[in-house]
């Protein structure tokens, strides 16, 4: 009982809580702590986390963030381009095998990390960027011209942002782009647009320079689908993941 007037002290919510199966397992636990000599300093019930699976191995960017890594590594490019995806996702993995260099609108504070070459630009606006045999964009373009991260409103900003993209790919190099895609596509402003799987193929910079190497896709339960066609995609996806690795030709 004095563990309970500790815990109801130290958190009052707990007590409508404290006599469930769960909580009556930590006073157990706690006993036989107590039993082997130990100490308790503070009372921090934690009772949910045993049931928990390991971890979350599912979701766009988990599968996208792993999946265009292991592209990058297994074409062993010159130099690798990205354009504004997850920097402790995508970017941390590929930094530990190989050096990265990163633009994006927002700031990104200095990284003790060397193959993380960092610089804050509005890709939508600069063109000061060479040529590489390797660039991605990963849950990105989505969001250009929406004002979400401080960016100019523009409705053709993801046709834009295709069209600058296409132009850092040199002749031979990839680029890998993802972003949401769902059977109708809608701009949910300023979240983000979702786009019909194959607008992005329809789009003339990406027919007229780009062929598709592969397809892979996420669906609604953030499960991964490698390598697939399109007719493949659920006619009721709503919220999905394409991820198109592309060649320049």
């Known amino acids: 009982m004095k563990i309970l007037s500790k815990l109801r002290k130290r958190n009052p919510y707990l007590t409508l809580r404290i ?7 930590y006073l157990k636990d706690c006993a036989q702590w107590k039993a082997q000599g130990g100490i308790i300093d503070v009372y921090r019930p934690i009772v949910d986390e045993k049931y928990d699976n390991a971890g979350m191995a599912k979701g766009h960017y988990f ?16 130099r690798h ?19 990265i260099e990163v633009f994006d ?50 409705v053709a900003g993801f046709d834009k942002g295709v069209q600058n993209l296409i132009s850092l790919v040199s ?5 890998y782009i993802s972003f949401p895609i769902g059977v109708k596509s809608s701009v949910q402003f300023n979240a983000h647009r979702i786009l019909h799987p194959a607008y992005l193929l ?4 990406i027919s007229k320079n780009m062929v598709l190497e592969r397809f892979d896709f996420v669906d609604d339960n953030g499960d991964l ?25």
Do not use: W
């Not at 599968?63 to 010159?78: C, E, I, N, Y």
């Not at 390598?227 to 009721?236: H, R």
């Open 19 to 25: 006599f469930s199966a769960e909580y009556q397992q």
């Open 81 to 99: 381009i990205d354009i504004g995806s997850r920097i402790d996702g995508f970017v941390a993995h590929v930094a530990s095998f190989r050096k």
């Open 202 to 205: 329809q789009l003339e910079p």
């Open 63 to 78: 599968h996208q963030d792993l999946l265009v890594a292991s592209f990058v590594q297994q074409k062993k490019p010159k």
């Open 171 to 175: 002749k031979g190099g990839m680029l």
């Open 105 to 154: 609108i927002r700031h990104l504070p200095k990284s003790p990390h060397e193959n993380i070459m960092f610089r804050k630009v509005d890709f939508m606006t600069s063109n000061e960027m060479s040529e590489s045999d390797s660039v991605s964009c990963l849950h990105t373009l989505e969001h250009f011209g929406l004002g979400r991260y401080g960016d100019p409103i523009s």
């Open 225 to 249: 689908h490698l390598n697939a066609n399109m007719c493949q995609v659920p006619n009721d996806l709503s919220y999905g993941c394409g991820i198109y690795s592309l060649k320049r030709v």
